[in-house]
DNA sequence: GCCCAGGTATAAA
DNA sequence: TTTATACATGGG
């Protein structure tokens, strides 16, 4: 692993586990695009470009002490994905075949409200919509950065009503994502205190929010605050494949954690006949 | 028209 | 406690 500055960026080289195409797309965030080669992201009020070719990674108009201070974890370098792999190897081969597929995925640690809303718009709903719709999100009630817009702050959604958010036609979401804003902004929701909290507690007191269910607490659990480490290995990987297997909602994993979540979903997206039971 | 989309609230059994 | 259905919207 090499990391260093240039003159328009950081250079990042022989980075283990990161394909820029398997992060950005496989459906844990929805604010980065491929254009030409490039991926442009909006991430905590900042216009980003990425690129990425054979063994090198660009990140262009960030400073080290940027990336030191924020980038590093947005892309959860300090996480050895290789060591999950080899554990994931010796407990099933179907899981390490999907590992092997999405090996380049990162689990990105992104802003827990950001997640929280967006997962809120992912119910019942398919990912070109979702981006369309915390698109209109963002350039309705965000900051402008430039050519792009922030996404709005839990305390701005919370002044808003049910007709204000029309224009993001976001259906019958728009009361939960009202209902999550408002919890957020008075604090009843504090992010603090749940990255803090067990893995349990943190994920009832999401779950106290209109819209949000297992599904979408565990994204925010994963996505937003990286709580991986509650459960153990076994049991997460278990509870995946035990979800995953049963006929009634491949996709509703249930409390389990999300590097799992993600081979498994691309691997099913993939190798579906391989899953017929 | 009909079905589905990375679910959840609600009512009914 | 478990199971069925509605939900807004848009694309295939």
Request: aromatic letters at 12%.
């Amino acid at each position: 692993m090499n990391i260093s500055e240039i003159r328009n960026g950081i250079s990042l080289k022989n980075i283990p586990n990161f394909d820029l195409s398997q992060t950005f797309d496989c459906g844990q965030c929805f604010r980065w695009e491929k254009i030409k080669n490039k991926y442009h992201g909006i991430v905590q009020g900042k216009s980003v470009t990425m690129c990425q070719n054979e063994n090198e990674i660009l990140i262009e108009n960030v400073s080290l002490t940027e990336f030191e201070n924020f980038w590093f974890d947005y892309f959860d370098l300090g996480t050895d994905y290789k060591k999950i792999g080899e554990h994931i190897a010796k407990i099933n081969p179907v899981l390490f075949e999907a590992y092997q597929q999405c090996r380049g995925i990162r689990i990105l640690k992104q802003d827990p409200w950001e997640t929280l809303c967006s997962f809120i718009i992912s119910q019942n709903n398919n990912i070109p919509r979702i981006k369309k719709i915390i698109f209109s999100l963002c350039s309705n009630f965000g900051d402008k950065i430039g050519e792009n817009f922030s996404f709005p702050s839990a305390g701005k959604i919370a002044t808003l009503n049910l007709d204000d958010l029309s224009p993001i036609k976001s259906g019958f979401r728009s009361k939960y994502i009202l209902d999550s804003a408002r919890k957020v902004a008075n604090k009843e929701i504090n992010f603090e205190i749940l990255s803090n909290a067990t893995t349990e507690n943190a994920r009832n007191s999401l779950m106290n929010i209109k819209g949000v269910g297992p599904k979408v607490a565990d994204c925010v659990l994963l996505y937003g605050l990286h709580k991986l480490e509650a459960f153990p290995m076994d049991v997460w990987i278990k509870r995946v494949m035990d979800a995953f297997f049963s006929k009634e909602s491949p996709k509703m994993f249930g409390p389990y954690a999300g590097i799992a979540q993600q081979y498994l979903y691309h691997y099913s997206r993939t190798n579906s006949e391989k899953l017929e039971i």
